[in-house]
């Protein structure tokens, strides 16, 4: 039976870019109910990670604005930032207590380090300092967080994490035991064209446009096409990823209602998909990655 929908098509988009809106409406619902119902999780991981959860949503609704203006460059760019967040939210979830505390840790001595900045090219230097003072040896807990995150030679570490991210996701399936396909997609197909876009490189220009996809679009038609599946991809994996930050929340605190619409959320999307025609079986055996019987 031919297939009634196409990929890439206006159509098969806005259904692509609705999931994506109702999945953010989801975290939004979350977020909320987690600052008006549950103020026993004060103090608790789920507390002191609300602002991280508030920030997954409030991005991912940056990139349902741009891509209402077409800015799918950008949308990557953002994109990751949602996923990146994400992964360290629902890592954090699950993590050690040493893991978790650095992350805490990683805060504290950031903020203080930004009192006095500088940077240095070749003889010319530029700072910026804060005017009052503090006194490391009186502040233990922030002394502490800065020697942690202070390298031999007297650097600052950049990263709160030694782990990459392929560990990271393992600890979430082993310690939460929660499906990590897609993370692991959103990963391979997000990250490293949004890190070339941000990194100014030609390609991180040029790739959304189907330069690097065997064919360059010839017509605006064509073009259109290529940003279409573009977006598609994107709204796809970033909302299937919401679904696992969702099932990750519920392991700690049961929000099976918010949980039982992103399982709908999701059957609808999938049927959408199964009428697909050319890349419609490589869509379903991407949505069964993520542990969901659809």
């Not at 109910?33 to 991912?60: M, V």
């Not at 990250?191 to 100014?200: C, F, I, P, R």
């Not at 949980?259 to 009428?275: A, E, M, T, W």
């Amino acid at each position: 039976m031919q297939s009634s929908k196409e990929f890439g098509t206006d159509e098969t988009t806005g259904h692509f870019f609705t999931f994506f809106n109702s999945q953010l409406a989801l975290l939004e619902r979350l977020y909320q109910y987690q600052f008006t119902d549950l103020k026993h999780l004060d103090g608790t991981r789920l507390g002191n990670l609300y602002p991280l959860l508030f920030s997954i949503w409030h991005t991912g609704t940056s990139v349902s604005l741009l891509a209402m203006h077409q800015h799918i460059n950008e949308c990557y760019i953002l994109g990751r930032s949602v996923l990146e967040r994400m992964v360290n939210y629902t890592y954090l979830i699950f993590c050690d207590e040493a893991e978790y505390s650095r992350y805490l840790a990683y805060t504290k001595q950031k903020g203080y380090r930004v009192l006095n900045r500088s940077f240095a090219a070749g003889d010319a230097e530029v700072r910026l300092k804060w005017s009052g003072i503090i006194d490391l040896e009186k502040e233990p807990d922030l002394k502490q967080a800065v020697d942690m995150f202070t390298s031999e030679k007297g650097k600052p570490k950049t990263r709160w994490t030694s782990k990459p991210l392929s560990e990271m996701l393992q600890s979430i399936a082993s310690g939460g035991k929660v499906e990590i396909g897609y993370l692991m997609f959103a990963i391979l197909w997000i990250y490293d064209d949004a890190s070339e876009a941000l990194h100014g490189t030609l390609y991180g220009s040029t790739f959304h446009i189907g330069t690097f996809h065997g064919k360059i679009p010839s017509s605006k038609e064509e073009l259109r096409r290529t940003w279409n599946q573009q977006f598609s991809a994107l709204f796809l994996t970033l909302g299937t990823c919401m679904h696992t930050l969702i099932q990750s929340f519920n392991r700690v605190v049961a929000i099976e209602d918010i949980l039982s619409c992103s399982k709908d959320n999701l059957n609808r999307i999938s049927g959408v998909l199964k009428q697909l025609g050319e890349g419609g079986p490589f869509w379903e055996s991407f949505m069964s990655r993520g542990g969901l019987e659809l």
